[in-house]
């Protein structure tokens, strides 16, 4: 049975908007090597780096698919695991983990699935898939059968005088 649980990014999410937003910005990609280039798919190989703005995710491999046409690529990164993270206009870090994150500019939307985990403001929902689109700031979280969505929540910190 599959259990939905969606979030307006209630636990502190900020806006990720800056100055320039980071999605607005180019995509820079550094790997050690460029190993497929078939018509409208690129494969990137080993301690591949992926930025765009504050955003930056670490993977394995990276397959980039334009097929659809351009601004419509779609990038598949694997890793054991894949790291994403991103710094929210507040300073505050967005950071998570997954076997394979799907980003897709056009939409916004970075799809983290096997194992995933997202951490802001002290804060973490765990899944067998997040959805989490950087424009809307919104997130789902889904789990399969062995796994149960869990969220946690921290709390504020008062200072005490």
């Known amino acids: 049975m599959k259990t939905k649980f969606f979030l307006a990014l209630c ?3 900020a806006s990720l908007s800056a100055a320039q937003p980071d999605y607005s910005q180019q995509i ?3 790997a050690d090597q460029l190993v497929s280039v078939e018509e409208n798919i690129l494969t990137y190989r080993s301690n591949v780096l992926i930025t765009q703005g504050s955003l930056q995710m670490k993977a394995d491999q990276l397959e980039i698919d334009a097929s659809a046409g351009k601004g419509k690529e779609v990038y ?3 890793g054991s695991p894949v790291s994403y993270s991103q710094q929210l ?3 505050q870090p967005v950071t998570a983990t997954a076997a394979q994150m799907r ?3 056009s939409s916004r939307t970075l799809t983290l699935s096997g194992d995933a985990e997202l951490t802001q403001s002290g ?3 765990k899944a067998s898939v997040i959805r989490y689109n950087v424009e809307k700031k919104q997130l789902s979280a889904e789990s399969n059968d062995s796994k ?3 969220t946690i929540f921290t709390p ?5 005088p």
């Open 89 to 91: 206009d507040n300073g």
């Open 76 to 78: 598949t990164a694997t």
């Open 11 to 13: 636990f502190g999410c």
């Open 156 to 160: 504020e910190e008062k200072n005490n």
């Open 103 to 105: 980003y897709e500019p």
């Open 148 to 150: 149960r969505v869990t």
């Open 28 to 30: 820079q990609i550094d």
């Open 123 to 125: 804060s973490v929902v």
